[in-house]
Nanobody, 120 residues
Framework: QAQLVESGGGLVQAGGSLRLSCAASGSFRSINAMGWYRHTPGKQRELVAAITSGGFTNYADSVKGRFTISRDNAKNTVYLQMNSLKPEDTAVYYC??????????????WGQGTQVTVSS
């Protein structure tokens, strides 16, 4: 059983920066893709950025050029560097990862969510 623990959310002024971290822990064999989603009340959860185990990345159009996703495979951790933040980036951000058990059964895991609030 694996767990994802997020950190790094908070309150920031527009134009500022935040860095989110998400570490996988527990018992597992391997991690495939990792990513960040966000949810705002009244809207569907949306993919913000994702990164494969090989380092290939994918971003939502709304964050391209401002956010950077990266991962440290040795630490089983994924990061989201958020620069030039806008009030519309305000949301609860969730970490997601595809993690395999010892028997190579893959599961989709989610973090508990971290609030990011950008004031204008």
């Amino acid at each position: 059983q694996a767990q994802l623990v997020e950190s790094g959310g908070g309150l920031v002024q527009a134009g500022g920066s935040l860095r989110l971290s998400c570490a996988a822990s527990g018992s597992f064999r391997s991690i495939n893709a990792m990513g960040w989603y966000r949810h705002t009340p009244g809207k569907q959860r949306e993919l913000v950025a994702a990164i494969t185990s090989g380092g290939f990345t994918n971003y939502a159009d709304s964050v391209k050029g401002r956010f950077t996703i990266s991962r440290d495979n040795a630490k089983n951790t994924v990061y989201l560097q958020m620069n030039s933040l806008k009030p519309e980036d305000t949301a609860v951000y969730y970490c997601n990862a595809e993690i395999s058990s010892a028997t190579w059964t893959w599961y989709d895991y989610w973090g508990q969510g971290t609030q990011v609030t950008v004031s204008s």
